[in-house]
């Protein structure tokens, strides 16, 4: 995951390298280095976006704060308007975290088609914000369907900025924790001092993120090699978490800090690498996104 030229031009930046070597698979990941490089939206990628409701958005606040935000709109709210340019046709309302967030910045975006098990990641920098988001593509480029449990969602046009805040405070709540250890999916949102802010997503059988009121933690699944989020916790813990209730029609986004424990004494029992990362969070604001208007749950493997 990089921002700068001469970033994009190397590959991987030396958080990811280090945890490649540590993992053992960094032979597997050089073969994939081309995938960091330069990227552009054309062709499928570009078809996949407009069909596609919804994208997590990882960018900081006014104040510097990293947050992971939902994006909903009708399918064409994505728009590859070129090849190096991304158009998001939604604005963030005043009750999300990043509402009014800072141009000139580097952003992530995974813009997810739940029931076909698409995703794309984008990695860029935000250029505008009238009239929606204007992200200049650095990276673009897909992800396997692992671990994307399918959901039908029906986006009830696009959102406005009446999206109702319901909690807002550095410590969560009873049903907050309830929420999160029922939820298969949640979208992570990391940085990286010289390569910019990612955004990935994470899935798993419902429960496989365990919280308590002070903290959380999930198990690391097998993936691509390249550990893009890893990489990025291993030089900087800063992170921003996102949960969707889409029944209930609920966004839940942490920002905290995370770090990785390599040796998780459950290893093995649920599938995993052995490898969980703990998460505390440090602020947590609930919202109620009235855009979905319908979510039913498609079952699905991991």
Not at 204 to 228: C, I, K, Q, S, T
Request: aromatic share 6%.
């Amino acid at each position: 995951m990089t921002i700068a030229s001469e970033s994009a031009a190397e590959g991987f930046h030396s958080g990811e390298l280090a945890v490649q070597r540590q993992a053992g698979v960094a032979a597997e990941a050089a073969r994939l280095a081309p995938m960091v490089a330069r990227g552009q939206l054309r062709g499928g990628m570009a078809a996949s976006l407009s069909e596609m409701t919804f994208a997590a958005l990882a960018a900081r606040d006014t104040t510097g704060r990293l947050w992971t935000s939902p994006l909903l709109g009708p399918p064409g709210f994505l728009q590859a308007a070129s090849p190096t340019t991304l158009q998001i046709h939604a604005s963030l309302p005043g009750a999300d975290a990043l509402h009014g967030l800072p141009c000139g910045q580097p952003v992530g975006v995974v813009a997810m088609n739940f029931l076909t098990r698409r995703r794309v990641r984008i990695n860029g920098r935000l250029t505008s914000t009238e009239a929606g988001l204007t992200v200049d593509i650095d990276q673009a480029y897909g992800n396997c369907p692992q671990y994307i449990h399918q959901w039908r969602i029906q986006v009830d046009g696009p959102p406005g900025d009446n999206r109702v805040r319901l909690y807002s405070g550095k410590t969560l709540r009873p049903e907050d924790i309830r929420l999160i250890n029922a939820a298969d999916t949640f979208f992570l949102g990391t940085t990286h001092a010289t390569s910019g802010n990612d955004a990935s997503h994470r899935g798993g059988a419902p429960g496989f993120v365990r919280a308590a009121p002070g903290h959380l933690w999930w198990p690391d699944y097998p993936g691509n090699n390249m550990f893009n989020s890893l990489g990025n916790l291993s030089a900087d813990p800063t992170a921003a978490l996102l949960f969707l209730d889409f029944r209930a029609g609920i966004a839940l986004q942490l920002s905290g800090e995370a770090e990785v424990n390599w040796s998780d004494p459950a290893a093995g029992e649920d599938g995993s690498t052995g490898r969980r990362v703990r998460f505390v969070p440090q602020r947590v604001i609930s919202t109620a996104p009235p855009a979905l208007g319908e979510a039913d749950h498609v079952p699905s493997r991991r």
